[in-house]
């Protein structure tokens, strides 16, 4: 017991110090403490200056609304087609094109659906000029569209496939088979019979990850600085601005920024809570309706629809990313380009050996240590111990990156702690650990016990069932957790750009620098690069258990 407790409290501290460290070190410049520049009295000038910002109000709703609409509409789409379709052979289809999206980052995926949206994009390309009478392209302000409409869709196309998969982990918890039946038999259509009967239990198990999407879709800055307005630009684009800025003193502004965007925050999870609700209140006046509405297979096709074409949108965009890698002469309205060369490759791989290296060195370092602490800390039951951790364990996904990540910086700064690896490699340690016990946990208790009760019998130590029967069986599992944290922190950008302070350079960090320039062959080759390094993750975690395992039938499902 009191060794469960200590790795609790280990884990407790590795996981919330550094995000409460980061937030003082956001808040004390914010209110003016920052000796290292002069700042050594409390004041709200900088408070002043934030709000003589110009458009401040229009950035801080862009950015309000892209995190709401963007959890509204994920949370909808994954709850209707789980449904209608949970148990049922389209489940399955669906879930296999989905999970393959874990391994696209959102910078890849954001700039597949700018290559496919844009003016000059492969939609219009499609319909011109035969249908729009386009021979040159449009006036429209798509994907930088004022509402930060563009920026919501890539999120989303995102974040229900996360959603979904998280709910893929909850549903062995919740008895839907069995409630699905007696709903059915009392008249009940499969939505509104899930609604009344499921879906309370599951969302009580997702709820931690839904406030983790709302607020990192409301403070996201490499999908809102390529698919985002840029006048004004959605608050968490300035505030790096801001922080990036060669004006030391706009550190001051930055940080003001950062706690109005925390603030923006704790405002979007009480909409969200006043919505849970608004929503309890409903689904008990449906309940007590005495509506069946059996007749709801129209719901379902129109689930079933956003869920392929989410995903069918970010492999179409990454085969758009394919082909402006590759061209050579691509005139409007062209659907294919005229010629083909391997050119861009050629001139960019030499210099993104190093960012290759960078990335692969910090996600498979991160992405190891979070898989073992996930495993010490399933192992322990340091999570059936209580509340505490497993609300803390979400913590940085919870809290927007932008309000504690940039505290790190000036702290580390403040210590004397240049920019280093390890310096870096720990900042990722924390992003990556909550991905590594989501992935692992489900398989983990669904592992049949009586295994290790056989082992214990014939006189093996905890450990040895641990080492030997335990971890062997579960093999699959710990590499589908390994590969999502490698995914994970090969995707991040603003810790990687801050911490690292520009002397640590990722393929992540060098495909968002490009989204300024107009070289859409360096950016298609770049996201690809980008994407190529997590999928290659996945596609280790999916190859070596058929290695491993290929004498053993059972092993090998």
């Not at 280990?10 to 980061?22: E, T």
């Not at 892209?66 to 087609?81: H, I, K, Q």
């Not at 999908?223 to 550190?251: E, F, H, N």
């Not at 971890?471 to 750009?497: E, I, K, Q």
Request: net charge positive; charged share 10%; with cysteine.
């Amino acid at each position: 017991m009191t060794r469960r407790f200590t790795v609790s409290g280990f884990m407790l501290a590795l996981l919330s110090l550094p995000v409460l460290a980061g937030l003082a070190g956001t808040i004390g410049p914010a209110f003016g403490y920052l000796p290292a520049l002069g700042g050594d009295h409390v004041t709200f000038d900088h408070f002043a200056d934030l709000a003589a910002q110009p458009h401040l109000l229009r950035s801080s709703l862009v950015s309000l609304a892209t995190g709401l609409v963007t959890t509204g509409v994920s949370v909808v789409m994954v709850m209707l087609f789980t449904a209608g379709y949970a148990g049922t052979r389209m489940f399955s289809r669906i879930q296999h094109m989905v999970s393959p999206l874990l391994a696209v980052p959102h910078a890849a995926a954001a700039f597949g659906l700018a290559f496919l949206v844009a003016p000059s994009g492969l939609i219009i390309r499609l319909l011109s000029p035969g249908l729009t009478g386009y021979t040159s392209p449009p006036d429209w302000l798509v994907p930088q569209d004022p509402l930060g409409l563009t920026v919501m869709a890539g999120l989303v196309v995102k974040e229900m496939p996360f959603l979904f998969l998280v709910t893929l982990s909850a549903l062995p918890q919740v008895p839907v088979a069995q409630t699905r039946t007696v709903t059915a038999n009392l008249g009940y259509g499969r939505i509104r019979g899930f609604l009344i009967g499921s879906w309370p239990l599951l969302y009580r198990q997702i709820r931690l990850p839904v406030f983790a999407v709302l607020a990192y879709a409301g403070s996201v800055v490499d999908v809102a600085m390529i698919l985002g307005p840029a006048l004004p630009a959605p608050l968490p684009v300035r505030i790096t601005g801001w922080m990036a800025d060669s004006d030391l003193r706009l550190r001051f502004l930055a940080s003001a920024g950062a706690v109005l965007q925390f603030g923006l925050t704790l405002m979007a999870v009480a909409l969200w809570l006043i919505a849970e609700r608004v929503g309890a209140f409903l689904l008990r006046r449906i309940s007590g309706s005495g509506i069946r509405q059996p007749n709801d297979q129209w719901i379902c096709r129109i689930a079933c629809a956003a869920m392929a074409v989410s995903a069918a949108i970010v492999f179409l965009g990454l085969l758009v990313l394919f082909l402006w890698s590759i061209a050579g002469l691509w005139p409007f309205p062209s659907l294919l380009p005229d010629n083909m060369t391997l050119q861009s490759w050629t001139r960019a791989l030499p210099q993104a050996v190093t960012p290759i290296v960078t990335t692969i060195a910090l996600a498979g370092g991160s992405a190891t240590i979070g898989l073992v602490l996930a495993i010490g800390l399933l192992w322990q039951g340091s999570l059936r111990a209580g509340g505490a951790l497993r609300v803390v364990l979400y913590l940085p996904l919870v809290v927007p990156q932008l309000c504690f990540v940039f505290g790190l910086q000036i702290l580390w700064l403040t210590l004397g702690l240049d920019a280093s690896f390890p310096l870096l490699l720990f900042v990722h340690l924390i992003f990556v650990l909550p991905y590594a016990v989501l992935s692992l946990s489900q398989p983990w208790q669904a592992l049949d016990r009586r295994y290790e009760t056989v082992a214990t019998g014939l006189g093996k130590s905890p450990l040895q069932v641990l080492l030997l029967v335990r971890l062997p069986m579960l093999t699959r599992a710990c590499l589908t957790a390994f590969a999502v944290g490698f995914a994970v922190s090969a995707g991040l950008y603003l810790p990687t750009l801050l911490i690292g302070a520009g002397r640590i350079v990722t393929i992540t960090t060098e495909a968002v620098a490009l989204s300024s320039g107009g070289d859409r062959r360096a950016i298609g080759v770049y996201a690809l690069l980008q994407t190529l390094v997590p999928f290659a993750g996945f596609l280790i975690a999916s190859l070596v258990p058929h290695l491993l395992f290929r004498d053993r039938r059972a092993m090998r499902i």
